[in-house]
């Protein structure tokens, strides 16, 4: 099925790091979603997105929508354990309103 | 305010059998949609209900449908299951369907693994 794409795939930080990914797309999106998901659970909301050029903070995660409505930025300041999970960006593709998911980027944290 | 509930957390079937899962969506949420979760796939999305009408469906064989109740709660059901079923079937529940913008937030239950044997 159609997929927004997420980069990078997995990576592994110190904790205390800042980390950073993004998402993308072919076509155009009105919202952005970011959710986390751990292990054997669903995915939580962390932060949505409405505007393009839109930046929203939630804690210490950052979001910005970005100005082509085709991408979306996660940032994440001063890493901790728990923030260890996979990470997805999500919309309401604006041709078929279907959700879209990302193909996730799986942090893990090292203490 | 109770999350989005779903039941069962685990299930085992064997092949050839069917399954229904169950998702009670928070208390005012009218739509709801379901998606199956693979290691190989992701995230992919398997339908939409809003006040009792499939409003949006997925890539997936006849063998998938669901239905949604006057109160919101919504079933699945998979016929013939295949080991390829195998998966975490995720339930979200957002206040109004993906195609208004001002209701776009989903929210996830915890989701119920299948395994196919």
């Known amino acids: 099925g159609q997929q927004l794409n997420q980069s990078p795939q997995s990576m592994f930080i110190q904790e205390g790091e800042d980390v950073s990914m993004n998402c993308t797309s072919s076509?155009?999106?009105?919202?952005w979603l970011w959710y986390k998901q751990d292990p054997g659970e669903g995915p939580v909301l962390l932060i949505a997105?409405?505007?393009?050029?839109e930046l929203t903070s939630n804690g210490r995660l950052t979001a910005q929508f970005g100005i082509t409505r085709k991408d979306s930025f996660l940032n994440i300041s001063a890493s901790i354990p728990s923030d260890v999970g996979i990470y997805f960006c999500?919309?309401?593709?604006?041709?078929?309103?279907?959700?879209?998911f990302g193909t996730g980027t799986r942090l893990k944290v090292l203490a | 305010k109770a999350g989005v509930t779903q039941t069962p957390r685990y299930l085992i079937k064997t092949r050839g059998q069917q399954v229904t899962l169950s998702c009670s969506p928070i208390?005012?949420?009218?739509?709801v949609s379901w998606y199956q979760q693979t290691p190989g796939q992701g995230l992919q999305f398997l339908f939409e209900?809003?006040?009792?009408?499939?409003?949006n469906k997925g890539n997936f064989p006849g063998r998938f449908s669901g239905r949604q109740f006057s109160n919101s709660r919504s079933e699945m059901n998979v016929s013939t299951l295949e080991l390829g079923d195998s998966a975490l079937y995720l339930c979200?529940?957002?206040?109004?369907?993906?195609?208004?913008?001002?209701?776009?937030?989903?929210?996830f239950g915890q989701g119920t693994r299948l395994t196919v044997v």
């Open positions: 979200a529940s957002s206040l109004g369907p993906s195609l208004d913008r001002t209701n776009t937030e989903a929210f």
């Open positions: 076509s155009i999106f009105n919202t």
């Open positions: 997105l409405y505007k393009a050029g």
């Open positions: 999500a919309g309401p593709n604006s041709g078929t309103y279907k959700y879209i």
């Open positions: 208390s005012g949420h009218r739509s």
């Open positions: 209900y809003f006040s009792e009408t499939q409003r």
